[in-house]
Every structure is written in structure tokens, then in C-alpha cells.
């Protein structure tokens, strides 16, 4: 999805095997306009087909704050002739935009690593460019950055350099919930997503946000099945709702009967809780972005991530992935967020 604005553009797309759904993305951009005024805000809503994409789309055309400029549709299966002549297709549909024309102040997008995204940045003429964080992902944006400010994107060398055109971005702004040291030359400006102060909590109840690391095949399903049970049994006698990430299929999902409630939401987890009356005591997961944008937003909840070993994870090239968003994670400082790293006390 990309968002332009009169001093703004985003964009949230998909990435192969990390596919990133635009309504989550969504939260970041709306926070981040609610806290910068602007004149006005367009979107360029790049989307893949997905079940109730429509509905989506819909909802994003009512967004008040938001002027739909056009929706591009991303196809994956498309592959040699027909992939490069949807390419041009695109690349021609966005000159005639003119986004230039626009006179955007800024621009925001959510996935570094898209060249689709990146094209609409650099057709944007904007001052300012700014990464949204799209949770888990901002800690390797941040060190690659580091390293090399050209974007290593999976596309081919020459269509990105001859064709594309694309340059590095040599000045990012990062908006991130996570204080992070950057490149030199970037700059990072913290947010925080919005709560609501002064509710209930009941310790007796426990969220649990899933994540498709089954479907990934990161972890095996016999594994998952099995840590699930210890934390059932650890946790007795609370009450755990289990809240599936949209990517985990129902035929797992039917494996995990022992818990009190399965729950597939239709808005984001941040949205859920700020709306929530009696607030859980307990949030526990993977490493899952709701425990990098939560924890301090709702200090009166325990926010509790099940750190994974290397003979635990099942494809070994996700191991070295693994090792550093590991590493970020015990770096984040927060008195109500901590690992669980055995089950005999709480």
C-alpha cells in the first residue's frame, strides 16, 4: 500500500515470506499523521489478493484522513515475458500520476526492501523520506543500513539499476517504536501506539498472539504442539484466548484445542487491546511485533516471548535470522517484558 499525502506517501506491500498485511501497517501511518499535522494525505494502495482484500479496501476508502489515489494490485505467480510487461504496466501508470506534481513535503513507506515501493518513493519528489516500522523487520533495515546504503533487493540487478533507475536512499527517516542506533545520516523518531489509561485487568486472563512459524516451516508442528502444552499446564488454571496471526491456517489451528478460545480478528492486535474494557494480565508470544510496540504503552500487563534454540528450528538458514532478532529483542529494556526461558516459575 502507498500512501501519498499533500506531505505524505506509504506504502505497505508483500515480501516473500514475510508478508506484510496493510491494515497493520495502517496503525503506524494514521499514529504518525494524528502526531504531524498536514494539509492533506493521499494513499497508493499497493495490494495483493488475499481473502477480504475487498473488505479492506473498502475500509480504506472511508479513511477520513486518507485520499485514495489509486490501488495497484501485486501479483507474484507472474514470471518472465508476462512479469516484466506487468512491470512496464505499472512503471507507466505511475508517470502518468505526475506525483511530482503533487509538491509532497514528505513520504512514508513500510517495506525497505520492495523495489515497487521504492520506485514510488523516488517518482514521490519528496524532501523528506520516512520508513514506518513494520514491527520486527525495522532491526534489520537498521543494520543493513549500516553497512551499505544501497537496498539489497531480491529483484534483478540490471532491471533494478537500468530499467528502475533506483538509488539509495541516502537519508532515512525511521519511525519506530524502539530507540535504535542508526546509519550516519538517518534519523529515527520514536512513537508510541496509543492506549487508554485506568482499566481493569484481570490476571486471570491471558492473550497468546500466534505467529505462522508452522507454516513458514521454521518449527514443526509437533514441536509447537508440544511447547503450547507446557505453557497450558505452567499457566493453570488462567484462562488463554489464542489470537491467530493471519497467516496460520485453520487445519493447524484445530490443533490448538487447548486453549480457552481460538480468535480470528479482523483488526490488528494494537487495535484490539486499545478497545478492550478488562485488559489481560499476561500477553505472550514468539517474537512478534505486538511485544516491541505494547509494553510500554501497558505497563500494568506482563508481556512474556518464547525465545526458540537452534536444534528447535527446523530450516537452517532462518537459524542466523533468528540469532539477531533474538539478540534485538534482549536488548529492549522494559520492566513488564521478559523472556521465558523455563517453566518452573513464573
Same mark, same amino acid.
Given at each position: 500500500m502507498s500512501v501519498y499525502t499533500k506531505n505524505l506517501e506509504l506504502n505497505t506491500a508483500y515480501r516473500q515470506q514475510r508478508e506484510i498485511c496493510i491494515r497493520d501497517n $495502517?496503525?503506524?501511518?494514521?499514529?504518525?499523521?494524528e502526531t504531524h499535522k498536514k494539509k492533506k494525505n493521499y494513499v497508493i494502495l499497493a495490494i495483493k489478493y488475499y481473502k477480504n482484500h475487498k473488505n479492506f479496501i473498502e475500509v480504506l476508502r472511508k479513511e477520513a484522513s486518507l485520499d485514495l489515489l489509486r490501488i495497484f494490485y501485486i501479483k507474484q505467480d507472474k514470471t518472465g515475458v508476462l512479469l516484466y510487461h506487468d512491470v512496464l504496466r505499472k512503471m507507466i501508470l505511475i508517470? &502518468? &500520476?505526475?506525483?511530482?506534481?503533487?509538491? *509532497?513535503?514528505?513520504? $512514508?513507506? =513500510?517495506n525497505y526492501y520492495s523495489w515497487f515501493q521504492n520506485y514510488l518513493v523516488s517518482k514521490s519528489g519528496a524532501k523528506k523520506i520516512i520508513l514506518i516500522s513494520d514491527g520486527t523487520g525495522i532491526f534489520d533495515v537498521v543494520e543493513n543500513?549500516?553497512? =551499505?546504503?544501497k537496498t539489497p533487493f531480491k529483484a534483478n540487478k540490471i532491471f533494478v539499476d537500468k530499467i528502475l533507475r533506483l538509488?539509495?536512499?541516502?537519508? $532515512?527517516?525511521?519511525? !519506530?517504536?524502539?530507540? &535504535?542506533? =542508526?546509519?550516519?545520516?538517518d534519523s529515527l523518531e520514536i512513537f508510541r501506539f496509543k492506549g487508554l489509561e485506568a482499566r481493569k485487568v484481570d490476571q486471570?486472563?491471558?492473550? *497468546?498472539?500466534?505467529?505462522? $512459524?508452522?507454516?513458514l516451516s521454521y518449527i514443526s508442528s509437533e514441536f509447537n504442539s508440544e511447547y503450547f502444552t507446557k505453557i497450558r499446564n505452567f499457566f493453570k488454571p488462567k484462562n488463554i484466548y489464542y489470537f491467530a496471526h493471519r497467516r496460520e491456517s485453520d487445519e493447524n489451528l484445530k490443533n490448538y484445542h487447548l486453549f480457552d478460545e481460538i480468535i480470528r480478528d479482523k483488526v490488528p492486535f494494537e487495535t484490539r487491546l486499545s478497545t478492550e474494557?478488562?485488559?489481560?494480565?499476561?500477553?505472550? !508470544?514468539?517474537?512478534?511485533?505486538?511485544l516491541i510496540n505494547l509494553p510500554e504503552v501497558y505497563p500494568n500487563i506482563q508481556f512474556i516471548y518464547l525465545p526458540l534454540e537452534n536444534d528447535q528450528i527446523t530450516k537452517d538458514e532462518f537459524i542466523p535470522k533468528y540469532k539477531n532478532l533474538k539478540s534485538n529483542f534482549e536488548n529492549l529494556k522494559s520492566k513488564n517484558f521478559k523472556a521465558l526461558t523455563h517453566f518452573n516459575d513464573e
Open positions: $495502517l496503525i503506524g501511518v494514521k499514529n504518525y499523521i508517470e &502518468l &500520476l505526475g506525483l511530482k506534481n503533487y509538491n *509532497f513535503d514528505e513520504v $512514508l513507506f =513500510t543500513r549500516k553497512i =551499505t546504503k538509488k539509495p536512499i541516502e537519508y $532515512l527517516n525511521i519511525y !519506530s517504536p524502539v530507540n &535504535l542506533k =542508526t546509519a550516519p545520516g486471570q486472563k491471558i492473550y *497468546f498472539v500466534g505467529s505462522p $512459524l508452522v507454516e474494557k478488562i485488559l489481560p494480565g499476561i500477553i505472550i !508470544s514468539y517474537l512478534s511485533s505486538v
